[in-house]
């Protein structure tokens, strides 16, 4: 049976950190939810987000886009009452790259701008899509090895396997990695060299344990509805008997994943104080 990687007890020291920093800043400047028109799940994101900032004691506001996404980017960027912002899906596409290339680095706490996302190519990220930090967040407090390992990502997209290979492949991190999508061949080859194997498919039980070396690390990031429940991208209950770890979903990846965009917020604000 495989080792259960557990998110909440690393968010858990994530927010601990977070407490001790937040106990010594001088204000707290809100994070605004900067949104066009949020469907049924990005309503339900946004209201975890506002409740995790309620018990951190940070104001968390929705800012309906007007009709200049121009204005309203730069004042957010001006506002010292701002520390973050998060542009949430969906929003119009050529509205989310304009507000995408206004956006102010300092205040990305999702590291989707073009600065941020260059940061993590050189390897010196602040400001990292937090889903893809939440696994380096996993792979350093399970102290899982990658140096001079296969690591395996399935899945391209800029908010995970893109940058989080990026991430492993920085020096001093030194993983070997493989990036699979949708017209890789021979998926289940590549997947099966893996020592650890990086889920971000968005397919509910697409891994099967066939897929899996044994003993390897599997880092699941799907976040699935079936049958009204929520599942990863391996099908759990197969593959943890092959595994030698394995991020349970929900309890994962997700919760970590919220805990990063948390620890992004107390980045800005100390850039914000070092400013005065
Ligand atoms: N835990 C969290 O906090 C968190 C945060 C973000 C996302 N997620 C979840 O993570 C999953 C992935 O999210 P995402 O935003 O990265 O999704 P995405 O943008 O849809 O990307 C999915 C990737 O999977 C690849 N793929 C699809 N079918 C495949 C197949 N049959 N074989 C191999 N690769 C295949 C796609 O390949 P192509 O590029 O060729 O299309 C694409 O690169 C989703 O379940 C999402 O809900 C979780």
Known sequence: MARILDGKEVAQRIYENLKQSLA???????????CDQPDAATR??????????????????????SNSVENDVRSLNESDDVAGVMIMHPFKDTDEMTALSLL???????????????AVVNGEWLFAPPTAEAVMEVIDYYEIPVAGKDVVIVGRSTTVGKPLAMMLLKKGIDATVTVCHSRTGELDKKTSRADVLVCAVGRANFVRSTMVKPGANVIDVG???EQ?????????DEVEKVAGSITPVPG???SITTAILFRHYGTSLKLMEARG
């Open 228 to 236: 009204g429940k929520i599942v990863g991208d391996a099908r759990f």
């Open 252 to 254: 994962g990846i997700g």
């Open 104 to 118: 102010k680095h300092e205040k990305d706490l999702e590291g989707r701008t073009a600065s941020s996302l260059g």
């Open 223 to 225: 976040i699935n509805f």
């Open 44 to 65: 339900s994101y946004m209201k975890s987000i506002i409740s995790r900032g309620k018990k951190l004691c940070i104001e968390v506001e929705m800012l309906q886009a």
């Open 24 to 34: 010594n800043a001088r204000s707290l400047p809100k994070i605004v939810l900067y």
